[in-house]
């Protein structure tokens, strides 16, 4: 067992402690926080009248349920 004189051998420690566990019981991303499906064009067209909107894209993203990096390549690609 690491020594948990640091945070990044208490981070280690937890790691190795439950990643077996975890493992197990199948670990991972949790997506029903996410919408994995491909956006459809009224996504993308929602997306660009909150930009209009003066929203700032984090908060079009938490709007949407779409990941951070897709509201912004969407937004870029429509200027």
Request: with cysteine.
């Amino acid at each position: 067992m690491l020594r948990a004189d640091t945070t990044a051998n208490r981070c280690l420690e937890l790691v190795q402690r439950h990643c077996p566990r975890l493992m197990r019981e199948g670990g991972g991303r949790i997506e029903s926080y996410r919408k994995t499906n491909k956006m459809t064009q009224e996504d993308i067209n929602q997306i660009i009248a909150l930009k209009n909107k003066n929203m700032n894209v984090i908060e079009i993203a938490i709007e949407t349920g779409f990941s951070l990096s897709s509201v912004k390549r969407h937004i870029k690609n429509a200027k």
